[in-house]
């Protein structure tokens, strides 16, 4: 049983499409997260939810809207798409918000073209 | 004050070698120190992680040191192995006082043992 899987693995997309991306864990965390890696490999942190509850929003393009309709999901809808969205986008989860471990899923490979 | 940096940008070692990543960060707010490891294709994982209460923490062939004062900590791996052949992270949060916990990563360190 993966403890946190996104859907799905790759997205193949063309400029101005509008695309989801969905996460679930099962390890009965209460924080979920979504981060961008870019081609240099640096990952930025964009949302988190705890409980449901909208913590962090970082500085993202408001064409970018997470949604947790309960604490074990967290899925990313991207408007409008650009070809500076191409990235990995990661799901993570964390026990409760604070300082703990992260938990990441495989990622999803975007590519805008 | 948000940042992480991480040195080097990569790194080759041989096998049986010690490979030594630093970090340091400027945010005196930082208490939660981890490092991940990421292989192509997977998501990063939690490799070890350190408290601002101690200086040492090692688990097998993994060890953080921390120094507080000069605000800077690093991941040493002994015995290094091809298997060992990954990304690594560090990373940094604070949490409390108006923080979120959030992580802040550095930049990362491509490793390479070889055989």
């Known amino acids: 049983d993966t403890a946190v899987s996104q859907t799905p693995k790759y997205l193949v997309t063309q400029m101005g499409n509008d695309k989801s991306i969905k996460c679930e864990q099962n390890?009965?965390?209460?924080?979920m997260y979504w981060y961008k890696q870019d081609s240099k490999k640096f990952l930025k942190i964009m949302f988190s939810?705890?409980?449901?509850?909208?913590?962090i929003n970082e500085t993202v393009p408001n064409r970018f809207s997470p949604k947790s309709p309960d604490k074990a999901h967290l899925n990313l809808h991207i408007n409008s798409l650009e070809l500076g969205d191409s990235a990995v986008y990661f799901c993570?989860?964390?026990?409760?918000?604070?300082?703990?471990?992260?938990?990441f899923g495989s990622g999803t490979r975007l590519t805008v073209v | 004050q948000q940042q992480v940096k991480q040195s080097p940008q990569s790194l080759i070692v041989q096998k049986g070698g010690i490979s030594i990543i630093n970090c340091a960060y400027e945010n005196t707010a930082f208490d939660y120190f981890p490092w991940y490891q990421q292989f192509p294709g997977k998501g990063p994982a939690l490799l070890i992680a350190?408290?601002?209460?101690?200086s040492e923490k090692k688990e097998g062939r993994f060890t953080i040191s921390f120094n507080k004062s000069a605000k800077q900590f690093s991941l040493h791996i002994m015995d290094s192995q091809p298997g060992d052949s990954a990304t690594y992270f560090c990373a940094a949060s604070a949490y409390g006082s108006g923080n979120t916990g959030k992580l802040i990563f550095g930049q990362g360190t491509t490793l390479q043992v070889k055989p």
């Open positions: 939810y705890n409980n449901k509850e909208l913590i």
């Open positions: 390890l009965g965390h209460d924080t």
């Open positions: 993570a989860s964390s026990r409760q918000l604070g300082n703990y471990g992260y938990t």
């Open positions: 350190i408290r601002p209460d101690v």
